[in-house]
């Protein structure tokens, strides 16, 4: 969502969305409320994460914006990743947040617990903001407590993105509706028949983890904090552990020496699981052909599966909501906004945006149809609540995940050492 975002090197671009590359504009500094004007010309600072192709496409569509409301000046920051919140929970701390930002979900109770974000329903009602023409409830995603903290601008949904020849050569089709006992026996088909593993390693893939639960009736996350027990997790990673020692899933430091490239690029795995708009980073890797393959159910129906988006939210101290709600309306629902973002932060969120941009690569088609047969599939489901310190449960799932799939921690003490990560962070 989505993520939807998270640290990482590859296990990250499984979970979150968030782009790495080590670049980053100047810091904008001062607070929103001192950017008025004498005319009536105010300045508002909008903040993100990503590398140097997102903020060409975001300063594009920050053109049209200033051209549509020439009394509305918009500075720019963004950063990779982890320095992004780094700076954010630096300025938030000391009272100077940018007006408007990107975010995700995990972020939400967070900051609004620590009063920084702007709940934007008053900015609806007002007219500033409309929630109408969202694609498959998606207006809903950033509703926490019955406040409005954040509009989503993209949406993604896990998927299990395959080496297309890869699967063929073994004879493996997954359909909507495979179950784990038939992704199981694909995986073994792969490493049998294609001669490498069928997919890339399951230790980290937290989004992936939650559909999993989802589809047995519980989830990662609750309001209040963890879903599942440390004997579900146990049976998670130990699974894992024996599908690396079985072949059917890719040896962890045999990834690791190939990244940042990925494992399926790499030809070390048939497939690996990640957010659907990250497919076009196969495509780029790699030398195969590559596509998008349905979530394994548990019951043959339910497969757990939301869709996650980053979105935009506004900082409450801002003098300047009405501008903010202005910002986030043109860049969720102008069509012109989506044919220069394209697929860039997710599929786009209002239908107006989605039919505006009609992608003409096989890749980023896939991707479209994916989302669509999702929908038509009717599998859709509300997103798990993320409590307050889900992002640096989330953060610890990652790293603890890599030790034990690395060798430097067993199964029993890297669940151990979960929940204690947990338990404090979700206290605190």
């Not at 975001?58 to 780094?86: A, G, H, M, R, S």
């Not at 519980?218 to 146990?234: Q, R, S």
């Not at 994916?370 to 990652?398: K, M, Q, R, W």
Request: aromatic share 10%; hydrophobic share 35%.
């Amino acid at each position: 969502m989505g993520n939807n975002g998270s640290v990482e090197r590859r296990t990250i671009l499984k979970a979150g969305g968030a782009s790495l590359a080590a670049l980053g504009l100047a810091a904008v500094t001062g607070c929103g409320g001192d950017s008025g004007s004498g005319d009536g010309t105010v300045t508002i600072r909008y903040a993100w994460w990503g590398a140097e192709d997102r903020a060409k496409r975001i300063n594009e569509t920050i053109k049209l914006f200033e051209k549509k409301y020439p009394k509305i000046k918009v500075k720019t920051d963004f950063q990779p990743y982890l320095d992004f919140w780094k700076k954010f929970n630096t300025q938030a701390s000391g009272g100077n947040p940018p007006d408007v930002f990107q975010n995700a979900v995990g972020f939400l109770r967070k900051y609004d617990a620590k009063n920084v974000l702007l709940d934007l329903s008053e900015q609806v009602k007002a007219g500033n903001l409309s929630l109408d023409g969202f694609r498959a409830g998606l207006e809903k995603f950033g509703e926490i407590d019955g406040k409005l903290l954040g509009v989503p601008v993209g949406s993604n949904s896990m998927a299990l993105v395959v080496d297309k020849p890869v699967y063929t050569k073994a004879g493996v089709t997954p359909k909507q509706g495979w179950t784990w006992d038939d992704f199981d026996a694909a995986m073994k088909k792969i490493r049998d028949k294609a001669g490498r593993s069928g997919d890339s390693g399951m230790y980290g893939v937290m989004y992936l983890y939650d559909l999993y639960l989802r589809q047995n009736g519980k989830a990662f996350f609750t309001e209040e904090g963890l879903g599942f027990t440390e004997d579900d997790l146990k049976a998670w990673w130990t699974k894992a552990e024996k599908g690396v020692e079985s072949g059917v899933y890719t040896d962890p430091k045999k990834v690791a020496q190939i990244k940042p490239k990925s494992a399926v690029a790499a030809e070390l795995a048939g497939g690996e699981f990640t957010w659907d708009n990250f497919t076009v980073r196969y495509t780029a890797e790699g030398k195969s052909e590559y596509g998008l393959a349905p979530i394994p159910t548990t019951d043959g129906k339910k497969t757990g599966q939301y869709l996650g988006s980053l979105m935009l939210s506004g900082s409450k101290r801002t003098q300047h909501p009405k501008e903010v709600a202005q910002f986030i309306n043109f860049m969720v629902h102008d069509p012109e906004v989506a044919k220069i973002m394209g697929y860039d932060r997710g599929v786009p969120a209002t239908q107006a945006q989605f039919d505006a941009y009609k992608p003409t690569d096989p890749v980023n088609k896939e991707i479209a149809a994916y989302e669509e047969s999702l929908v038509a599939a009717d599998v859709l489901e509300p997103i798990t609540p993320h409590p307050n310190g889900a992002d640096i449960c989330e953060a610890a799932f990652l790293r603890i995940a890599e030790e034990l799939a690395l060798g430097k921690r067993s199964v029993d003490d890297a669940v151990k050492q979960f929940f204690t990560e947990s338990k404090t962070a979700l206290v605190g």
